[in-house]
């Protein structure tokens, strides 16, 4: 059953809207019903007698009875697609709100594909059904019952027809929304795929084209696109299939009922009029199940979206302050240790990605960490603001485990100048206040010389209100590096990492940076990941990696001492005569 819950609030808040709309509804569904009764007066008493007076007067009565349903009938409508649309925009606001909280692997998990579905899509299906059912759910009954009624009312003779129709569509309509509801999942899966493969095209559209891939990527969506077609239409055809069935059981029925009816307008016991309103009745609760019938066939395609909806709802994030002991701790030093720490990303992977590593830097130090591509640089630095938990060991920051600390102050002490970074379109300033909504101009501009930015940032005609575009595109790689490095540092943090965040920048600015940061900031514990040997040469120990494991920790000279890794890569960057900037 379907955790409806969610939907609680935001019904409530929106009440008026939720009574106003079935109200209007039924309102309208009342004037179906008279309407035909007038109609059957008018040409039984009326026509048969020539009697223009009472044709004139049920005329007027009619149409008043039909302006009455135009206005109820748009009132409805528009309080069901104001209801339906603020609860779902209420929902949407709490699913977007949910994810900000999902850590790392559980976003790992969902993937960004199928977590923008559910945000959009997901819950655009919620909202039609709730609009379906404002329109409908207590119109079609009301109008059902009505009829029923009058058409006993009318006739008893020829109304038992109705009764041999209604269990013929009930078993239809149960055989239908059994088959269809689980192809609704699938297409549901299938939107995920899409989405998660137009967003890495769109996003990478760049080297797409520069390595002329577009035909592999036209070749790769055109797949995806097709198997989402073929699921949607598998999906679809059983919904189309509704209709067919109900039309077969209108006319079939009113066959049935003319054939009775015939006989008893012959032998005079029956009037014109009254056969024609009672067509109309029928008609009119084939038209209310076939609503109804709509209502549980919709009802199965949301009940899908609705159980992606709870999915993210209901997850608890695997990284969160819960079961934090220390959660009032001040991070006042910036120690960082890491004691026989083991992970992996996939917990059931055999290798893991690091590997019972263990090391500790004092408050202040500068530290280099160096190793292969993929040797879990960047999956190491990413466990000591806690983006992942580890497997076994303990990571302490301040001598405190970092599940123990508030998540929130832990990150707000540690600052990670991604591999990855990104900037947002607004301006400079913007930009960098990310790191600090109330930092002063004076401090924006101290942060910026101490990253190197301020020169260029002012070379602008704009300076700091320079509009950067989406994802920095306006600014060269190492501008934005630079002002990545800034925004991090306007965090004021205890600890600060660095994972290969000079890579774009040139070997004099980058060794600018380092002695800027060593001065101006002494009591900043530094971490610089480094793919080149001179960015960490000066740093008070370096750390091998290789493979997930640590191959060595040292200073400099040690390393080229004792580490035959290090030796290896030094040796290697040295060769070519690169190694110009010793101080
Ligand atoms: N989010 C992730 N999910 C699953 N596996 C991952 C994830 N991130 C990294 N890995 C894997 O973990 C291993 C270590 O990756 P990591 O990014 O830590 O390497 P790295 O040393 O930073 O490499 P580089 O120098 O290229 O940045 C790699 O084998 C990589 O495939
Ligand atoms: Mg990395």
Redesign the pocket.
């Known amino acids: 059953m379907a955790d409806l819950k969610k939907y609680r609030e935001h019904i409530r808040k929106n009440r008026a809207c939720f009574f106003l709309g079935p109200f209007f509804m039924v309102l309208e569904a009342s004037g179906e019903f008279m309407l035909p009764f007038i109609n059957a007066n008018i040409i039984n008493r009326g026509a048969a007698n020539g009697d223009i007076p009472y044709i004139l007067k049920n005329g007027a009565l009619m149409l008043a009875v039909a302006v009455m349903m135009l206005i109820t009938g748009v009132c409805g409508a528009y309080f069901a697609v104001k209801g339906s649309a603020r609860a779902a925009a209420g929902v949407r606001r709490d699913v977007f709100a949910k994810i900000q909280t999902l850590s790392?692997?559980d976003i790992?998990r969902f993937s960004t594909g199928s977590l923008i579905t559910r945000v959009t899509n997901d819950i655009t299906q919620i909202q039609s059904f709730m609009q379906t059912l404002l329109r409908g759910f207590f119109r079609s009954p009301v109008m059902l019952i009505g009829a029923l009624i009058m058409s006993f009312v009318l006739s008893p003779d020829i109304a038992w027809v109705i009764f041999i129709v209604v269990p013929f569509l009930a078993l239809a309509t149960f055989l239908i929304i059994k088959t269809a509801s689980p192809r609704y999942t699938v297409m549901q899966e299938h939107i995920d795929a899409l989405n998660s493969g137009v967003g890495e095209t769109v996003t990478g559209v760049k080297v797409i084209k520069s390595f002329v891939r577009e035909d592999f990527e036209k070749e790769k969506f055109s797949k995806i696109n097709t198997a989402l077609m073929e699921k949607s239409v598998r999906a679809l055809k059983m919904m189309i299939l509704m209709q067919p069935v109900s039309a077969l059981a209108v006319n079939v029925t009113t066959l049935a009922v003319v054939w009775t009816a015939g006989r008893q307008i012959m032998i005079g016991s029956m009037e014109i009029g009254t056969l024609t309103a009672f067509i109309t009745y029928l008609s009119q609760i084939l038209t209310a199940l076939n609503f109804l019938a709509n209502i549980f066939l919709q009802g199965t395609r949301a009940a899908a979206s609705d159980k992606r909806i709870s999915e993210v709802l209901n997850t608890v994030p695997d990284i969160s302050d819960e079961g934090a002991k220390q959660k009032d701790h001040l991070i006042k030093s910036g120690s960082v240790e890491f004691k026989n720490v083991t992970f992996r990303?996939?917990k059931d992977a055999k290798k893991p990605?690091l590997d019972n590593v263990s090391f500790s830097i004092n408050s202040g130090e500068t530290v280099g960490i160096i190793?292969?591509?993929?040797?879990?640089?960047?999956?190491?630095v990413?466990l000591i603001p806690r983006l992942y938990d580890t497997d076994f060991g303990e990571v302490l920051v301040d001598g405190v485990n970092v599940r123990e600390l508030s998540t929130s102050q832990l990150r707000e002490n540690v600052s990670v100048v991604l591999?990855k970074n990104t900037l947002f379109s607004g301006t400079v300033a913007e930009n960098l206040r990310w790191g600090r909504e109330d930092a002063s101009d004076e401090e924006l501009e101290e942060a910026c010389k101490i990253a190197h930015a301020h020169e260029f940032i002012t070379s602008f005609p704009e300076k700091y209100d320079y509009e950067i575009g989406q994802g920095g595109a306006n600014l060269s790689g190492g501008q934005r590096q630079r002002l990545c490095i800034a925004r991090a540092l306007l965090k004021s943090p205890k600890i600060m990492i660095f994972?290969?965040s000079t890579s774009a920048v040139d070997t004099a600015t980058d060794m600018g940076i380092r002695k800027a940061l060593r001065e101006k900031l002494p009591d900043i514990t530094k971490i610089i990941?480094a793919?080149r040997i001179s960015s960490v040469k000066d740093a008070d120990k370096i750390i091998v990696?290789n493979d997930?494991k640590i191959t060595g920790i040292g200073t400099h000279k040690e390393l080229v001492n004792s580490c035959e890794e290090y030796r290896e890569i030094y040796l290697s960057q040295t060769d070519g005569g690169e190694d110009s900037d010793d101080e």
């Open positions: 790392f692997s790992d990303y996939f990605v190793g292969s591509t993929g040797s879990g640089k960047t999956t190491l990413s591999q994972d290969d990941i793919q990696l997930g």
